[in-house]
């Protein structure tokens, strides 16, 4: 494992326990919290994993997104900032009866699970944007061109028309490659190159 290795995966598990341990204390405060305001039992078990879950899946919807080179959902950003909101209110609701210091102590949780949560996505955002040496964009040809992710299996795809000097259309690559826009642009012009148009 390479330094770079053991320091992105450290970092990881670093930033998973804190999510964890923040996750199970907003769990708490949000549950104390809804008994105590007059919810059910079960209300109040399932109340905490909807705040801090919507914080997660909105989250990860943007991942998504990222990932496929497509523009943030707008209902993603909008959950996301209601999430946190949410579970950083209800938190800070909880140790209203103590005080500043408690509404501080009682808040940190929220906090703590929103960041570890957008440096774990970030981390993986960066990590597919700045892929290593040894990932498909490498040089294919002399001349300077590298290969996009899905190029090679485009390439394989498309084998017999680029022979002939045809390249598919934009929406054809997005459609037979099943990628968005900006990636399904570079493995184009990739298969441009290798027809020789």
Same mark, same amino acid.
């Given at each position: 494992?390479?330094?770079? +290795?053991?320091?992105?995966?450290?970092?990881?598990?670093?930033?998973?326990?804190? #999510?964890?341990? #923040?996750?199970?204390?907003?769990?708490?405060?949000?549950?104390?919290?809804?008994?105590?305001?007059? *919810?059910?039992?079960?209300?109040?078990?399932?109340?905490?994993? $909807?705040?801090?879950?919507?914080? #997660?899946?909105?989250?990860?919807?943007?991942?998504?997104?990222?990932?496929?080179?497509?523009?943030?959902?707008?209902?993603?950003?909008?959950?996301?900032?209601?999430?946190?909101?949410?579970?950083? +209110?209800?938190?800070?609701?909880? /140790?209203?009866?103590?005080?500043?210091? /408690?509404?501080?102590? $009682?808040?940190?949780?929220?906090?703590?699970?929103? /960041?570890?949560?957008?440096?774990?996505? $970030?981390?993986?955002?960066?990590?597919?944007?700045?892929?290593?040496?040894?990932?498909?964009?490498?040089?294919?040809?002399?001349?300077?061109?590298?290969?996009?992710?899905?190029?090679?299996?485009?390439?394989?795809?498309? #084998?017999? +028309?680029?022979?002939? /000097?045809?390249?598919?259309?934009?929406?054809?690559? *997005?459609?037979?490659?099943?990628?968005?826009?900006?990636?399904?642009?570079?493995?184009?012009?990739?298969?441009?190159?290798?027809?020789?148009?």
């Amino acid at each position: 494992m390479t330094g770079d +290795g053991a320091i992105r995966r450290l970092t990881a598990a670093a930033v998973l326990l804190v #999510a964890a341990i #923040a996750a199970v204390v907003s769990f708490i405060h949000i549950e104390h919290l809804a008994v105590t305001h007059g *919810q059910t039992q079960l209300a109040a078990w399932l109340l905490p994993v $909807s705040v801090d879950g919507t914080v #997660a899946a909105a989250s990860l919807s943007m991942l998504w997104a990222a990932r496929c080179g497509l523009p943030t959902p707008w209902l993603a950003r909008c959950m996301l900032t209601l999430g946190v909101l949410a579970t950083l +209110g209800a938190n800070i609701g909880y /140790g209203a009866p103590y005080g500043l210091s /408690g509404e501080l102590l $009682s808040g940190w949780p929220a906090v703590a699970f929103v /960041g570890s949560v957008e440096m774990v996505l $970030s981390m993986v955002r960066r990590a597919r944007a700045v892929p290593e040496a040894d990932a498909p964009r490498q040089l294919a040809l002399g001349n300077g061109h590298t290969v996009p992710e899905g190029g090679r299996k485009a390439a394989e795809k498309c #084998a017999a +028309g680029l022979s002939r /000097g045809e390249v598919p259309s934009l929406r054809q690559v *997005q459609r037979e490659m099943h990628l968005g826009q900006p990636r399904a642009r570079e493995v184009r012009s990739y298969l441009e190159v290798l027809a020789g148009t």
